[in-house]
């Protein structure tokens, strides 16, 4: 499929490490992909679901060990470790690639190698990467055609050219002791064993999308950030678009598919991207933005018509169901959360019989559908346009019960990267541990930053200062809760209220009030019209406790420590700052 010299030596190289009976490329074509479900349903690897029903959708299992990212297992592996910094596991290159050769070693032996020549991001963009995944697994390859651009078409693109990013990834044992994802981002490579779970697998994922793109942006310029992208559209056809980043379980998908609320006729929200966005400087001296992806690996549980409509609709054709609850009567699906009743019986994530009453799960809490983002019916026009869509705001979010006013807008771009280094959620019962621990996930990108993360802040500065005309910077709370621990805004579709309040902060068209933390609205730039909540609740939403934040500043200093002297200079500031405003 190939006369380019880099792809064929490596490839060589691999197949001598693996030794497969069988090398097939994958061309992208219908044909093919066919073929290899047939294949899927008759080994057992996958079930067919019922096609008037979930026309084209099939149903997976992982190994009970293999449900998850493993963050434990998942190395970032550079010639300095300071390069790596304290937020993410480092081994030297040499040490890893000899521990890993050894794991590898035969382990395709009477399997298939796949050959998936992929691109992250729209064909003949400046934004878009070309990786190739070698991978012995079926489930793989047929979700890499959903969650990218896959086939002979990105070969055309690759041309002669040696810049790619080179992925292994064998299923081997499923042996959680000796799982291991590992990123080499000075070699553009990645490296993924004894795991079949998707997270772990689909290396064009997490691992190149944000761990190997976030250390090429460093390299190059530009930015690769955990957010969401979505257009607004207002009663007069005018579209504008924001990127925001959330940790998880603060509704990331939810407002990447937001349905505006019935009080506000007229306005029309468009998904560009739910998880992954890619941002250049463009000609016109603004900030651009691209998902590189062209899918969604969504959480099953939770969603629902109420909860997200869109995400549902995208799922119901040509998707990939993973550990949820298999409804034997009818041949669908089933999660905790979907619309309606349990269904009586049927088969469990794990593969066992399963009843209503029986007191265990029948989907796993994160159980996964990968869908087509085409498919989404609020996908925006814009999704594949090779130029991207210029960005006016950048918004950070969290979850606070107390801390984090409703919505606020940094004074600056450089206090703006200090509001997104200080992101954090408190956990919830649905969590492991303690409720309400904060946990410190700048821009939503700790387990995803492919460097050091002070060198990641100190890009972030230096982009600030090469954008003539930089997005504004915000923080959004949707779940302040009051004294009884009740949420005292309604979220969901009514978000958009506050978007709103956002964008017309963007156009110059809406006032604030100049607070310790930031620009705060007035409670009557909200429109709350048709929503029942109460004035002085709207009030309470947008103040500042400046003992709460106090004490939360102690909790930043300490997440800080960890950097050291490689902290810039900048956030030192801006805390100080902060803290000196705070104490008056």
């Known amino acids: 499929m190939t006369n380019n010299k880099a792809v064929k030596a490596w490839l060589d190289e691999m197949i001598a490490l693996t030794t497969p009976d069988k090398v097939v490329w994958i061309d992208g074509s219908e044909e093919q992909k066919q073929a290899l479900y047939a294949e899927s349903v008759a080994d057992g690897e996958m079930i067919k679901l019922n096609e008037e029903k979930l026309p084209g959708c099939y149903l997976h299992r992982t190994a009970p060990n293999d449900v998850a990212r493993v963050e434990d297992r998942t190395f970032i592996c550079t010639s300095k470790k300071e390069d790596a910094g304290p937020t993410n596991n480092w081994e030297a290159p040499a040490v890893m690639y000899e521990k890993l050769n050894k794991l590898f070693k035969g382990s395709m032996k009477g399997r298939t190698m796949y050959v998936i020549p992929y691109m992250m991001g729209p064909y003949g963009s400046p934004f878009s990467k070309i990786g190739i995944e070698l991978t012995d697994s079926r489930y793989v390859v047929l979700n890499m055609e959903i969650m990218t651009r896959v086939g002979t078409k990105v070969m055309e693109e690759l041309g002669d050219s040696d810049d790619f990013v080179r992925c292994l990834h064998a299923v081997k044992d499923v042996d959680p002791e000796n799982r291991y994802i ?51 559209e207002n009663p007069q ?9 959330f940790p998880s379980a603060c509704g990331k998908t939810n407002l990447a598919m937001l349905i505006p609320p019935a009080a506000l006729k007229g306005y029309k929200v468009w998904t560009v991207g739910d998880d992954i966005a890619w941002m250049r400087i463009g000609e016109d001296g603004r900030l651009w933005a691209v998902n590189p992806e062209a ?54 994530w794990q593969g066992r019989p399963w009843t209503r009453d029986n007191g265990e799960k029948g989907a796993h809490p994160n159980s996964r559908f990968t869908a087509p983002a085409a498919q989404c ?45 200080t992101m954090a959620s408190e956990t919830t019962a649905a969590a492991a541990g303690k409720v309400g621990v904060v946990r410190r996930d700048p821009m939503a990108m700790i387990p995803f930053c492919g460097y050091n993360m002070a060198d990641y802040f100190a890009h972030w500065l230096e982009m600030g200062k090469k954008i003539p005309n930089p997005p504004k910077i915000f923080h959004v709370n949707w779940f302040r809760q009051d004294d009884e621990g009740h949420f005292m805004w ?36 909200i429109n709350i019209e048709g929503l029942d909540i109460d004035k002085d609740v709207l009030e309470q939403l947008l103040t500042v406790d400046k003992k709460v934040w106090l004490e ?10 960890k950097f050291g002297d490689d902290l810039p200079a900048a956030i030192k500031e801006e805390l100080a700052a902060l803290e000196g405003r705070l104490s008056k």
Request: net charge negative.
């Open 182 to 232: 590992v990123h080499f981002p000075e070699d553009n490579t990645i490296m993924s064993v004894n795991s079949a779970y998707g997270g772990n697998v689909l290396l064009g994922k997490k691992c190149f999308a944000l761990r190997i793109a976030s250390h090429m942006g460093h390299r190059e310029g530009w930015m690769a950030e955990h957010m969401l992208i979505l257009g607004l």
């Open 237 to 245: 056809g005018e579209v504008k678009y924001v990127a925001a980043a």
């Open 295 to 348: 899918g969604f690996f969504g959480v099953a549980p939770g969603t629902s018509t109420k909860t997200n409509p869109n995400a549902l609709a995208t799922t119901m054709k040509n998707t990939i169901f993973t550990n949820v609850f298999h409804n034997t009567e009818d041949n669908t699906v089933w999660w905790e959360g979907l619309d309606g009743e349990a269904p009586e019986k049927g088969i469990d």
């Open 377 to 421: 019916p609020c996908i925006s026009s814009e999704f594949e346009n090779p130029q991207g869509v210029p960005i006016s705001a950048i918004i950070f979010g969290g979850r606070r019960a107390k801390t984090a006013p409703l919505v606020y807008e940094s004074f600056d771009w450089q206090h703006g990267v200090f509001v997104g280094a």
């Open 490 to 525: 309604p979220g969901f579709g009514d978000n958009l209220r506050v978007l709103n309040w956002i964008l017309a902060r963007c156009a110059g068209e809406a006032d604030a009030k100049e607070t310790e933390i930031g620009y705060l609205p007035n409670a009557s730039d």
């Open 552 to 561: 939360d500043v102690e909790g930043q200093k300490e997440f800080f420590a």
